[in-house]
Nanobody, 115 residues
Framework: QVQLVESGGGLVQPGGSLRLSCAAS????????MGWYRQAPGNQRELVAR???????NYGDSVKGRFTISRDDSKNTVYLQMNSLKPEDTAVYYC?????????WGQGTQVTVSS
């Protein structure tokens, strides 16, 4: 059974930074792509960024130039470096395969951007 555990969230002021981590219980090399998703209250879950095993990366328009996704296959971990955070980035952040699998969703990690 695949388990994905997100960590690194917290409360940060606008303009601040956070680094999220997603630790997988299996080799992420077997996944063609991994993604970070987020869900704000009242909104649908959206794809923030994804990274393919070959290295191709895609970002959502709202985070381009501010967020950086990376992966360390040796540690079975995917990261999301978030800089220049804005209040509208407040959400629960999840990682999953891209496209996502229903049985892979974890608890997520809360990111709150507020002064």
């Amino acid at each position: 059974q695949v388990q994905l555990v997100e960590s690194g969230g917290g409360l940060v002021q606008p303009g601040g930074s956070l680094r999220l981590s997603c630790a997988a219980s299996v080799s992420i090399f077997s996944f063609s792509a991994m993604g970070w998703y987020r869900q704000a209250p009242g909104n649908q879950r959206e794809l923030v960024a994804r990274i393919f095993s070959g290295g191709t990366i895609n970002y959502g328009d709202s985070v381009k130039g501010r967020f950086t996704i990376s992966r360390d296959d040796s540690k079975n971990t995917v990261y999301l470096q978030m800089n220049s955070l804005k209040p509208e980035d407040t959400a629960v952040y999840y990682c999953n395969e891209a496209p996502p699998r229903d049985d892979y969703w974890g608890q997520g990690t809360q990111v709150t951007v507020s002064s």
